[in-house]
């Protein structure tokens, strides 16, 4: 059975940096992701370049990062005065790692996840981009199994 919309496809793959090679993320082999396909909730280049394939074809390709996650929105970086993490009028300074990711929340209560990059006196640079945003990613892998979704009248 070949990967068309409507199918679901159990895959496994390596995620590397196109232009760096390092592995960004290892699907696990003892319990890989399923996939369905043609309901817009995969990125429409991997969708194509898995559609057609069947159990034990390999793939190899890229996405590039304007049609992944995006390029870096700079407006998606910037500075919070520390005061926004006081707790109780108090500020722990070792509360603030580069590096370190938050979870916060905007003006309409949508949450988002920020990465500390600069920490300074009075502020933290914070970038909420996705981690992922400005790669070209590489896609190394392998369809395990294709199979049909199931539905009350397929029982």
């Given at each position: 059975?070949?990967?068309?919309?409507?199918?679901l496809?159990?895959v496994?793959?390596?995620l590397?940096d196109?232009?760096?090679?390092?592995l960004?993320?290892?699907?696990?082999?003892?319990?890989?992701?399923?996939?369905?396909f043609?309901i817009?909730?995969?990125?429409?280049?991997?969708?194509?370049?898995?559609?057609?394939?069947s159990?034990?074809?390999?793939?190899?390709?890229?996405?590039?990062?304007?049609n992944?996650?995006?390029?870096?929105?700079?407006?998606a970086?910037?500075?919070?005065?520390k005061?926004t993490?006081?707790?109780d009028?108090k500020?722990?300074?070792e509360f603030?790692?580069?590096?370190k990711?938050?979870?916060?929340?905007?003006?309409?209560?949508n949450?988002?996840?920020?990465?500390?990059?600069?920490?300074?006196d009075?502020?933290?640079?914070?970038?909420?981009?996705?981690?992922l945003?400005g790669?070209?990613?590489?896609?190394?892998?392998?369809?395990l199994e294709?199979?049909?979704?199931?539905?009350?009248?397929?029982?």
């Amino acid at each position: 059975m070949k990967i068309e919309n409507g199918k679901l496809a159990k895959v496994i793959y390596k995620l590397y940096d196109a232009k760096d090679g390092s592995l960004l993320e290892e699907t696990p082999v003892e319990n890989p992701p399923v996939f369905r396909f043609g309901i817009g909730h995969l990125f429409p280049d991997f969708e194509k370049n898995l559609t057609g394939l069947s159990e034990g074809d390999k793939f190899d390709f890229v996405i590039k990062a304007e049609n992944a996650y995006g390029p870096v929105d700079t407006y998606a970086i910037f500075d919070i005065p520390k005061e926004t993490f006081a707790i109780d009028g108090k500020i722990d300074e070792e509360f603030f790692q580069p590096g370190k990711k938050v979870r916060m929340h905007d003006n309409n209560g949508n949450p988002h996840i920020g990465k500390m990059i600069k920490i300074m006196d009075e502020s933290v640079t914070m970038d909420f981009n996705h981690p992922l945003a400005g790669k070209d990613l590489r896609y190394v892998g392998e369809v395990l199994e294709v199979f049909e979704v199931e539905t009350d009248k397929n029982k």
